[in-house]
């Protein structure tokens, strides 16, 4: 399997993103909407950053559960409350990236939206991962 992330010179240089991404030879894993949801289904984490970090955690969960592994992620939805705050958290939220998922972007989109599902949830993940297909068992 193969992931190639594509970035081209005439658009602008990606920072936290890829513009595009492309994977060969894998069997895909979509990923549910994640928020910062502990064990106990009650949201943690003071501010963006704290829930960005356990919103992302648990997206990585499901997907090591499923067989794969963080730099094998192709694509991330980032729906955001605040949209200004998660800006200003920008750094800090880049520093949560490379510390749980490493320093390959998937291609990435971050949507500002009024609320979600949970009320006190401040930001959600979701998105897409390929995994090498000789790498999962059928089940």
């Not at 894993?29 to 949801?37: E, P």
């Not at 390959?104 to 971050?110: E, F, K």
Request: charged share 20%; with cysteine.
């Amino acid at each position: 399997m193969t992931i190639e992330r594509i970035n081209p010179a005439e658009l602008a240089r990606p920072a936290g993103f890829s513009h595009a991404v492309v994977a060969s030879d894998c069997r895909l894993v979509f990923l549910a909407g994640q928020t910062a949801l502990d064990a106990d289904g009650k949201i943690v984490g003071d501010g963006v950053v704290a829930q960005f970090r356990q919103a992302l955690g648990n997206l990585l969960t499901a997907l090591r559960a499923a067989g794969g592994s963080p730099e094998q992620v192709t694509e991330l939805t980032v729906y955001i409350v605040d949209v200004d705050d998660y800006r200003a958290h920008a750094r800090e939220i880049g520093a949560v990236w490379r510390e749980l998922a490493g320093r390959d972007y998937p291609a990435m989109a971050g949507i500002g939206v009024q609320r979600l599902w949970d009320a006190e949830a401040l930001v959600e993940v979701k998105g897409t991962a390929a995994i090498p297909a000789e790498a999962v068992s059928a089940p």
